[in-house]
């Protein structure tokens, strides 16, 4: 019965694609006995599988074997198993289908492979040189900018990939770059044309009591007039070197534990005979105490300066007041003078190094003490803030923090590195 099933499955297989034969394995290493096979012309050479047999007879379980027959292009995968004892059935089947498949899937791959190398070059190519258009303009402008051009830009494509930061971020160093340099460019000019003048009266000087022959009182006048233009001299060239040390981060603040209440009082004192003299009104309101950690020397020159300032900007009579305000973890001192005032446009700018308005050049001064005042509070992460109405009066407020000695460190770094360079804040 069950023969007749596997010849009519083989059959309807094809004979050339699948064959069985029914085994009576031979004991004792002789040939074994082929019972019954399907039609097996169409596998020449198959041959007595005589060592199989004996395996499969004492195996538990079927043998598999892949056999290359020499008139057939496919090879054939045979099994070999034991069905009842003393029988073995062999089924061997063609792996034209699998070879076949294979063989397409190897021609689909190639194929594949071939058309991506084809177009991935091109891409890439492209791609990379994309990518280097972008670098090769940013090298182009670094050169150019080398050559002098500060002026020159990368441009931004806006496409929001790492060669529109790489432009950025490569812009904003060269701005920053180019505002250090005009700072630098307008504090040399600044300084030359300041230093000439001393120095010319003070070279006059020395030409007259040479030619003169005078007396030695009028000697001594000249020497007199020398120290006074060198000690003005360096005092400014001081001046400068401190702005650009506190602007730089370089500044080591002094800490300490300081009433800054006693400090703004000490300077009233200082300057209330001048006050007197110019009559000029100076009142305070000032509370008990106001403990911060500062800087003491340098947030008294802060002080000192903007009363100076308010002193020496008063047209006639006139008023001073000075105000100390805490608002939770920032102290407000306001300096309020009733003086000539400042135009929206000169506030912009005054707090540059060297920058004067034009209407107190008659007043003696050289620009620097608000740009000194400046630095100093930014560099205890404080800030000054002008409110000015020419021919009404001006307020400076400067706006500390009051904070641990840890935390000012931390701001006074943050401040000098975002804020170096010419630079104040005006509120008009
Ligand atoms: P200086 O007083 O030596 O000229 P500053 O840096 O202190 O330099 O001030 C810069 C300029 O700002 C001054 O020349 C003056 O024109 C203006 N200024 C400063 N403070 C006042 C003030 N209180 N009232 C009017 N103008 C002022």
Redesign the pocket.
Known sequence: MWKAEITADTEGAGASQTFFRLWAPHRMNTNGRELMATDLSSWPGLGNPREILTKVDSADEPILATLALPRRVDKARIVYGTIAPGLVLEIGESLEEDEEFIAALLREFLITLAAVTMLGGPIGWFMARRALRGVQEVTRTATEIANGALDRRVDVRSQGDELDTLARTFNTMVDRMQALVIGMREMTDNLAHDLRSPLGRIRASAELSLTSGGSKAEAEAMAATTTEECDRLLEMINTALDIAEAESGAAKLKLTDIDLVELVGDALELFQAIAEDQQITITADLPDHFRIHGDRQRLQRVVA??L???L???SAVGRVTIKLVTEGERVTLS?E?T????SAD?SA???E?????????S???????????LAFVRAHGGDII?N?TPGQ??T?TVVLPRLSIGSINRLSDESTRENRGPSGRAAA
Request: hydrophobic residues 35%; proline residues 0%; aromatic residues 12%.
């Open positions: 300066n903007l100076d300032n308010g020496k900007y008063m300096i003078d003086g000539i005032g400042i000169e700018r005054i707090f190094r060297f920058y004067r308005c034009d209407r107190s050049r007043k003696l001064g050289n620009g620097l003490g608000l740009s000194l005042a002008v000015s009066g001006s400076f």
